[in-house]
Protein backbone atom coordinates (compact mmCIF):
# COMPACT_ATOMS: atom_id res chain seq x y z
CA UNK A 1 0.00 0.00 0.00
CA UNK A 2 1.13 3.74 -0.63
CA UNK A 3 3.51 5.08 2.44
CA UNK A 4 4.86 8.32 2.65
CA UNK A 5 6.79 8.54 5.92
CA UNK A 6 8.12 12.11 7.24
CA UNK A 7 11.50 12.69 8.87
CA UNK A 8 13.84 15.43 9.82
CA UNK A 9 11.62 17.89 12.01
CA UNK A 10 12.66 18.90 15.25
CA UNK A 11 13.50 22.44 17.48
CA UNK A 12 15.79 24.43 15.81
CA UNK A 13 16.37 28.07 16.84
CA UNK A 14 15.33 31.30 14.54
CA UNK A 15 17.94 31.76 11.24
CA UNK A 16 18.71 27.99 11.45
CA UNK A 17 18.40 25.17 9.58
CA UNK A 18 16.42 21.78 8.68
CA UNK A 19 16.50 19.13 6.47
CA UNK A 20 13.16 17.05 5.80
CA UNK A 21 13.02 13.53 4.26
CA UNK A 22 9.59 11.51 3.02
CA UNK A 23 10.32 8.39 1.41
CA UNK A 24 7.69 6.75 -0.48
CA UNK A 25 6.81 3.19 -0.70
CA UNK A 26 3.72 1.43 -2.42
CA UNK A 27 3.88 3.16 -5.57
CA UNK A 28 5.58 4.24 -8.81
CA UNK A 29 7.62 7.29 -7.38
CA UNK A 30 8.99 8.61 -10.17
CA UNK A 31 5.69 8.80 -12.24
CA UNK A 32 4.12 11.45 -9.85
CA UNK A 33 5.01 15.25 -8.70
CA UNK A 34 5.12 15.66 -5.35
CA UNK A 35 4.42 18.10 -2.34
CA UNK A 36 5.01 19.36 0.81
CA UNK A 37 2.83 21.12 2.75
CA UNK A 38 2.42 22.49 6.22
CA UNK A 39 0.20 23.22 9.30
CA UNK A 40 0.67 25.84 11.79
CA UNK A 41 -1.46 25.53 15.12
CA UNK A 42 -5.01 27.23 14.67
CA UNK A 43 -4.50 27.35 10.80
CA UNK A 44 -5.51 25.50 7.39
CA UNK A 45 -3.10 23.02 6.04
CA UNK A 46 -0.86 25.08 2.95
CA UNK A 47 1.35 24.12 0.00
CA UNK A 48 4.93 24.89 0.41
CA UNK A 49 6.29 23.36 -2.58
CA UNK A 50 5.69 21.45 -5.47
CA UNK A 51 8.17 19.48 -7.75
CA UNK A 52 7.63 17.54 -11.14
CA UNK A 53 7.66 13.51 -11.47
CA UNK A 54 11.74 14.49 -12.82
CA UNK A 55 12.83 17.19 -10.72
CA UNK A 56 11.62 20.25 -11.65
CA UNK A 57 10.56 22.96 -9.33
CA UNK A 58 6.88 24.75 -9.99
CA UNK A 59 6.04 25.97 -7.06
CA UNK A 60 7.44 28.08 -4.02
CA UNK A 61 5.11 29.46 -1.45
CA UNK A 62 6.27 33.09 -1.50
CA UNK A 63 6.49 33.22 2.36
CA UNK A 64 9.14 30.84 1.65
CA UNK A 65 10.90 31.58 -1.41
CA UNK A 66 14.68 31.89 -1.75
CA UNK A 67 14.84 29.73 1.56
CA UNK A 68 13.05 26.71 1.25
CA UNK A 69 14.23 24.47 -1.71
CA UNK A 70 12.22 20.92 -2.76
CA UNK A 71 14.40 18.03 -4.40
CA UNK A 72 13.91 14.20 -5.36
CA UNK A 73 15.80 11.75 -5.77
CA UNK A 74 13.90 9.23 -7.81
CA UNK A 75 16.60 6.20 -7.35
CA UNK A 76 15.91 6.80 -3.43
CA UNK A 77 12.59 7.55 -3.97
CA UNK A 78 13.03 10.09 -1.33
CA UNK A 79 11.25 13.59 -1.44
CA UNK A 80 13.34 16.73 0.44
CA UNK A 81 12.49 19.99 1.73
CA UNK A 82 15.76 21.86 2.47
CA UNK A 83 15.06 24.86 4.87
CA UNK A 84 17.04 27.45 5.95
CA UNK A 85 16.71 30.73 7.60
CA UNK A 86 14.28 29.56 9.50
CA UNK A 87 11.65 31.81 11.01
CA UNK A 88 8.83 31.31 13.96
CA UNK A 89 6.28 31.84 11.28
CA UNK A 90 7.59 27.93 10.04
CA UNK A 91 6.62 26.67 12.79
CA UNK A 92 3.90 23.85 12.26
CA UNK A 93 3.73 19.76 10.96
CA UNK A 94 4.77 19.46 7.75
CA UNK A 95 3.31 16.92 5.38
CA UNK A 96 4.50 15.41 2.06
CA UNK A 97 1.92 14.84 -0.29
CA UNK A 98 0.92 13.07 -3.83
CA UNK A 99 -2.58 12.78 -5.71
CA UNK A 100 -3.41 10.54 -8.15
CA UNK A 101 -6.64 11.32 -9.78
CA UNK A 102 -9.31 12.89 -6.76
CA UNK A 103 -7.27 10.30 -4.21
CA UNK A 104 -4.81 12.51 -2.74
CA UNK A 105 -1.65 10.21 -0.13
CA UNK A 106 -0.70 11.85 3.13
CA UNK A 107 2.28 11.12 5.31
CA UNK A 108 1.58 11.27 8.74
CA UNK A 109 3.86 14.57 9.38
CA UNK A 110 7.22 15.67 11.06
CA UNK A 111 6.75 18.77 13.94
CA UNK A 112 9.02 21.41 13.11
CA UNK A 113 9.56 24.31 15.43
CA UNK A 114 11.51 27.17 15.36
CA UNK A 115 11.70 29.03 18.69
CA UNK A 116 14.66 30.78 20.77
Known amino acids: QVQLVESGGGLVQPGGSLRLSCVASGFTFENYGMNWYRQAPGKERELVAT????????YIAPSVKGRFTISRDNTEKTLYLEMASLQSEDTGVYYC?????????WGQGTQVTVSA
Open 51 to 58: ITNVGNTV
Open 97 to 105: NFQTGRTPY
